[in-house]
């Protein structure tokens, strides 16, 4: 894993991916689910997240105030419908799905060592009429093995599609684009 | 244009795409933005929309309570980036990028025509304190005759990636899909 400087963690969900989201209870056990419904607030490492109490890593989110973002790529797939279809509260799905739970830096929750990219979160705020967690980035990482880097995304039907073209207009951004990207 | 149903809305956003939000001010003024901070909040035509006062159709949204999230393809790349690096202060985007302002069935706020789909919203909620506006979608549109229905996402530094690879794995799915889709 190398470090990602965390001004640029917000280029992680700005594409709209598949996430991964991992938390770890006060009770310590660990859990991940998938997540799409997420978007970055503006450049900066802040996220809107949002899930609700029928899902078992809410709680863990709500008490520990802490998750990890994992960036979940193409090859990843299989792993991201696996941990979406089950629950945390009767399966440990590291052990299940051979995923590797490793320590973060700066949060209790674990990095899912598999994953392309992850960004460590702290809960900033809860709105709960509209179950929204507000996520800051307290640390990012990337890991420059990763083969695949396209990443995925859901339709919400069963669909899911990958990273194709990619067209490079940074010239036409200007001063749209923020400091050091 | 056709109708499309309401409750199919979601899978326009969550994929993650690049919009562009059109706004019609109390002076009767349209404008357009590019617009990539939006995630859906579940499986209804419900978004949380981010942006500020910096931008210039912010006072619209709010003064207004409408937009239109028109859905960006791949081959309108060119249109996104103009329309994203210009502001409505100065600027008659609809007259100047030679988009049609087609008149939406429940809202103030212009369809572009131009796009492969536009849904219509209301604001219901505004979260100042994140600058987040939630939007419930009222009726939402797709054009069947748009060639190219690659979505585009943003990376944030210059850099745009279309859809490529698709996957269809609805059957692994099970009961985590939403009736009707």
């Known amino acids: 894993m190398k470090e990602l400087e965390l001004h640029k963690a917000f ?61 979940a790529t193409a090859d990843m797939l299989d792993t991201v419908l696996k941990v979406g279809t089950c629950s945390g509260a009767d399966t440990d799905k590291f052990a299940k799905f051979g995923l590797t739970a490793k320590d973060a830096s700066k949060v209790g929750a674990p990095l899912v060592g598999e994953c392309w990219a992850q960004i460590e979160c702290r809960v900033v705020d809860h709105i709960a009429a509209h179950d929204i967690f507000i996520l800051e980035g307290v640390a990012a990482w990337r890991n420059p093995a990763h083969k695949d880097k396209r990443l995925l995304h859901a339709i919400g039907d069963g669909t899911f599609t990958a990273d194709g073209e990619v067209f490079h207009r940074r010239a036409e951004m200007g001063d749209k684009l923020p400091p050091g990207v």
Chains 1, 2 share one sequence.
């Open 11 to 71: 280029m992680l969900i700005e594409p709209g991916p598949v996430t991964m989201i991992s938390t770890r209870g006060r009770d310590g056990r660990a859990n991940v689910f998938t997540l799409t419904w997420i978007t970055v607030l503006d450049w900066t490492p802040r996220f809107a997240l949002c899930t609700g109490a029928w899902n078992f890593s809410y709680h863990a989110l709500k008490e520990t105030g802490e998750c990890v973002v994992n960036i």
